[in-house]
């Protein structure tokens, strides 16, 4: 049974920085696909940045044009935990951040991430004001 447990929100100024932290549990896939998504009030889900694991595109990260230069995705292995890094924070971040799981397929000699993704966390509230 996979469990991802979000932490680290928070309330913070404009201009700040936050981690976000994400617990991975009972996690059996060999090669995978992390991310984190955000959805502000009133707005869709927004996925936001993806980190791939296995394969030669281990460690791999893609970033959307929203927080791209701004946030790191990144993973403790040994721990099983993965983090966003925030900086620069502006009002637009605020919104509930969540993190995925999900399952990849080789195609054209790279891992490309298959959506929808498979396990999600309950979310960890950010407001940046």
């Known amino acids: 049974h996979v469990q991802l447990v979000e932490s680290g929100g928070g309330a913070v100024q404009a201009g700040g920085s936050l981690r976000v932290s994400c617990g991975i549990f009972?996690?059996?896939?060999?090669?995978?696909?992390l991310a984190w998504f955000r959805q502000a009030p009133g707005k869709e889900r927004e996925g936001i940045a993806t980190?791939?694991?296995?394969?030669?595109?281990?460690?791999?990260?893609k970033y959307s044009d929203s927080v791209k230069g701004r946030y790191t995705i990144s993973r403790d292995t040994a721990k099983n935990i993965l983090y966003l890094q925030m900086n620069n924070l502006k009002s637009e971040d605020t919104g509930m951040y969540y993190c995925?799981?999900?399952?990849?397929?080789?195609?054209?000699?790279?891992?490309?991430?298959?959506?929808?993704?498979?396990?999600w966390g309950r979310g960890t509230q950010v407001t940046v004001s």
């Open positions: 009972g996690l059996m896939y060999s090669w995978y696909c």
């Open positions: 980190l791939k694991s296995g394969s030669s595109d281990d460690g791999k990260t």
């Open positions: 995925a799981v999900g399952r990849v397929v080789y195609r054209d000699y790279k891992l490309l991430c298959i959506r929808p993704f498979d396990y």
